[in-house]
């Protein structure tokens, strides 16, 4: 089936540590996207990708990066300088070019140890 | 800066009625509104969708009204029904990047619960 998968479910973190989120789609999709999200919020925008090895930040980078060494992939790193790392991250991808919904992933929710 | 107002954050109903979920937006270059369903622990899912140059559309129980002169849209479900207990989420979309990215500005969510 045609979708985004994230891994893994569930990732803890100690301190000083760097951890990086995967996220793979098969839809064929040119545009990436990462969000994080936390209770009461909304989604808000940490990176995003229109096509392979350009990528721009989005509202809340700082502390985080990204690669997009192939279309299929979007991986998200969050590095020690992320002080409140806390929180549920999705990751989602869209057409593009076209005013086309996203689809997201199931997330990946992020603890410190 | 761009922003989207959602309400109620929470809303509670009884089985059988109708809900109700408004959105506004700041941006008047947004053309796209989507919303989203998520369930806990899950990713959102798109359950219907709008165009700037629509003013209603309707998928079943689920309908989306859209008032561009006021910046206002909203989602209306119909006959609720237990499984229709979710977070909601609606976003605003426009083109941010040169070669034609959209970026959505999602609201902060309702959270529906549809009493039986």
């Known amino acids: 089936d045609g979708g985004i998968t994230q891994s893994p479910k569930y990732l803890f973190r100690k301190e000083g540590q760097n951890v990086t989120l995967s996220c793979e789609q098969n839809?064929?999709?040119?545009?990436m996207y990462w969000y994080r999200q936390d209770p009461g919020q909304g989604l808000r925008l940490i990176y995003y990708?229109?096509?392979?090895?350009?990528?721009q930040k989005g509202d809340i980078a700082e502390g985080y990066s990204v690669s997009r060494e192939k279309k299929e992939s979007f991986p998200l790193t969050v590095t020690s300088a992320q002080k409140n790392p806390t929180a549920f991250y999705l990751c989602?991808?869209?057409?593009?070019?076209?005013?086309?919904?996203?689809?997201f992933g199931d997330g990946t929710r992020l603890s410190i140890l | 800066g761009e922003n989207v107002e959602q309400h109620p954050s929470t809303l509670s109903v009884q089985e059988g009625d109708s809900a109700v979920i408004k959105c506004t937006y700041s941006?008047?270059?947004?053309?796209?509104f989507p919303w989203y369903k998520q369930e806990l622990g899950k990713g959102p899912q798109l359950i219907i969708d709008?165009?700037?140059?629509?003013g209603e559309k309707k998928d079943q129980r689920i309908a989306v009204t859209l008032n561009k002169t006021a910046k206002h849209f909203s989602l209306h479900i119909t006959e609720t029904q237990p499984e229709d207990s979710a977070v909601y989420f609606c976003?605003?979309?426009?083109?941010?990047?040169?070669?034609?990215?959209?970026?959505?500005?999602f609201g902060t969510g309702t959270r529906l619960k549809v009493l039986a």
């Open positions: 976003a605003a979309s426009r083109v941010v990047h040169r070669s034609g990215t959209y970026k959505y500005i």
């Open positions: 989602a991808s869209g057409p593009g070019q076209k005013n086309q919904p996203q689809h």
């Open positions: 941006d008047s270059a947004s053309n796209y």
């Open positions: 990708s229109q096509i392979v090895n350009d990528f």
């Open positions: 839809l064929n999709h040119d545009a």
């Open positions: 709008i165009r700037s140059n629509v």
